[in-house]
């Protein structure tokens, strides 16, 4: 049992000063064509491995990209780049014009060269956290069933969503994507913990 909790402190220990290091910004002190960027080079991998099914994203990214930075008021505004120093690591989005019953978890990914320490965790939370502090009363996320999104999974499981279900994904029947959900009346508590 001693172990067991050392292993739990030197784990917290090290997510704590992960979150002391990492900041959020406006996407807005940058110039357009960044979101497009990182999610290239985020999705880089299955791009490459499967161009038919991916590489048609491109496209959506880059709307999406103009999206972001043509209303800074509505959908820039719910738009971060997450950065640790003078690194930047990834961006998250979500959607809460559903509020108050529903938010939901948009593009969100962090580059490869800083996935598996935690960065995404914190990322998420950071958007559960602007979510429940506009009242929003659950979140709501999609991925997809392909093994590349094994983390994603993994992530809004550990974060307390719940698997709501699973659907065809209409760009590409022949592929499922998993909606998840949580609801956010306890995010403060875990925020400040």
Known sequence: MRFKSSVWAVAETSLIQLKMNLRFTSPHEKKPGIITDLL???????????????????????????????????????????????????????????????????????????????????????????LAAMGVKKAKA??????????????YLSCGFRKVGQHQWAAHPDQDVIDYERDLDNIALEATS
């Open 142 to 155: 999609t991925t997809h069933e392909h093994v590349f999104f094994e983390p994603a999974r993994r992530m």
């Open 40 to 130: 290239k080079r985020s999705y880089a991998e299955l791009i490459n491995a499967e161009p038919e099914h991916w590489g048609p994203e491109e496209r959506n990214w880059e709307q999406y990209d103009l999206d972001v930075f043509q209303n800074p008021e509505t959908i820039g505004a719910c738009v971060f780049l997450s950065w640790v120093g003078d690194q930047l690591v990834g961006f998250g989005s979500y959607d809460p014009r559903q509020k108050p019953e529903l938010g939901v978890i948009g593009h969100n990914c962090i580059l490869p060269e800083f996935r598996r320490k935690g960065f995404g965790l914190w990322q998420l939370r950071e958007i559960l956290r602007r």
